[in-house]
């Protein structure tokens, strides 16, 4: 009993974090841009496939690669997503949501023709290798690592939205798009500077995932799924909630992994995130601005 506790404990603590860095990018889209982005799941496909492309085919060492990659995933989240569909057709949701799933599932497609799950993707990001014992709970150091780049992360884009000026004109956009326009914010420059930024933490993530996680074509639509669960839990597009939202997803994902079984973790989540729904349609906390 008092084992099962102690992994309770830890594992909250490891997969909320991780449940954070998920979702971060998308409450950043959500809260500046108030766009649904159901094109979220292929900035986590083309982080690992991009690596691995750059490596793989064109030889490229690891960091090499890995800026490559972020070259590629700011190309296609401006030039292809923010450019040509979200800012076109912003007003027209219908449209927008479904030329974003198309999106999505062309980078999906072709990371499948490319690299099915039978290619073998590896990606060499192993900080550390073996395991750490925390009480009688025996965890590998790469997730802790994981973890910890999670924490100080949402640390960095904490601060940097509380205390730079930059982060003061996004915060003002996301609360009120019209009285930010007035005292001269440029919502267009903003909203493509957060459509950038968003893709940082799940690229992250996945750098740090990739090591013990299991990397397939299809990889970005749990993370999606998760990502979109904590956002919707926490109140759409607000950090805070959604940093109380990941502790809260984890808490059960652990919970119910230990206790019940973890074939069940997504279904509890996704009636619990219902439930929450029902009698606080909107969330945690309001989503009236980033913070």
Known sequence: ???????????????????????????????VLRVFHMGYSMIFVVAVYSVWMLMNEFHFGLIPAILGMFVIQIILTLGV???????????????LLTALILIALIVQETANFFYPVTAGVNIPTTIKEGALNIGKVMVPLQMVFASAIAVVTTAVFVLFLLKTKIGLVIRAVSQNVESAQFMGA??????????????????????????????????????????????????????????????????????????????????????????????????????ESLW
């Open 1 to 31: 009993m008092v084992e099962t506790i102690e992994n309770i404990l830890v594992y909250t603590v490891l997969l909320g974090s991780l449940y954070l860095l998920f979702s971060l990018g998308f409450s950043i889209i959500c809260g």
């Open 81 to 95: 997503i923010y450019f040509p569909v979200v800012k076109r057709y912003s007003q027209q949701e219908e449209l």
């Open 186 to 287: 440029s919502v267009g420059k903003v909203n493509a500077l957060a459509m950038i930024l968003s893709v940082i933490p799940p690229t992250i993530c996945m750098l740090v995932i990739a090591p013990f996680w299991s990397i397939e074509p299809n990889v970005g639509d749990s993370l999606m799924m998760t990502a979109i669960l904590v956002a919707i839990l926490g109140g759409l597009g607000n950090i805070r909630g959604s940093i109380m939202a990941s502790c809260i997803v984890g808490f059960l994902s652990a919970s119910v992994s230990f206790w019940v079984n973890p074939r069940i973790m997504g279904l509890a989540t996704l009636v619990t995130v219902l439930i929450v729904l029902i009698f606080r349609p909107e969330g945690i906390a309001k989503s």
